[in-house]
């Protein structure tokens, strides 16, 4: 992983760090977003193949009704955020 995927990469799991810690978010929504976090730092999966898995996990929680606005929001934007790391990891291989 080159130097500025990393810290995109560590921003992320901040983020998820975020929803998973937060009381407001439901219980299955913070489940579901600590199975994304193992799924990203633990997988030995190549970079791309872990973010495209774990963007399909998050369009999971993003259509779960019960997910508040400001974590929609925050999710939407890990999507993002991962799916540039993804481009950027097959550009540079």
């Known amino acids: 992983m080159t130097p500025g995927i990393e ?6 799991i901040e983020t998820l760090d975020r929803i998973i810690n937060d009381n407001s978010v439901p ?5 579901l977003a600590d199975q994304v976090k193992t799924n990203l730092l633990e997988s030995d999966d190549p970079i791309p193949q872990r973010a495209a898995f774990v963007i399909s996990m998050l369009d999971e929680i993003t259509n779960d009704p019960n997910i508040p606005l400001h974590a929609r929001t925050l ?3 890990l999507a993002s955020q ?12």
């Open 75 to 77: 999710v939407w934007s």
């Open 27 to 31: 219980r299955n929504i913070r489940r």
């Open 7 to 12: 810290e995109d990469f560590a921003e992320c």
């Open 82 to 93: 991962l799916e540039a790391i993804s481009v950027r990891e097959e550009v540079s291989s």
